[in-house]
Nanobody, 121 residues
Framework: QVQLVESGGGLVQAGGSLRLSCAAS???????MGWFRQAPGKEREFVAA????????RYADSVKGRFTISRDNAKTTAYLQMSSLKPEDTAVYYC???????????????WGQGTQVTVSS
């Protein structure tokens, strides 16, 4: 079991930047990590994912070129650097962990509690 704790959300103006962090504990070896988001009235959607060993990444089309996922050398903390934020990026952002395949297909083994990101126009 992997426990995930997000931080870094908040209120930012359009065009601004935020960095989210996700600290993982427990059985994290070989786990991929990722980020999802859920806006009010919408389904949860995939944002980005990163593998364990090679740090390969995948992004949703809506965030490509604006968001960057990374993880620290110990591979227990994942980050989501968000730039050029738009009002439509407003959502609760959730960290996720599991096999890389489970993350990119929306069925991760573990979820964080979520952190609110609000982008004002």
């Amino acid at each position: 079991q992997v426990q995930l704790v997000e931080s870094g959300g908040g209120l930012v103006q359009a065009g601004g930047s935020l960095r989210l962090s996700c600290a993982a504990s427990g059985r994290t070896f070989s786990f991929g990590m990722g980020w999802f988001r859920q806006a009010p009235g919408k389904e949860r959607e995939f944002v980005a994912a990163i593998t364990w060993g090679t740090d390969n990444t995948r992004y949703a089309d809506s965030v490509k070129g604006r968001f960057t996922i990374s993880r620290d050398n110990a591979k227990t903390t994942a980050y989501l650097q968000m730039s050029s934020l738009k009002p439509e990026d407003t959502a609760v952002y959730y960290c996720a962990a599991g096999t890389y395949l489970s993350v990119v297909t929306g069925r991760p083994h573990s979820w964080g509690q979520g952190t609110q990101v609000t982008v004002s126009s």
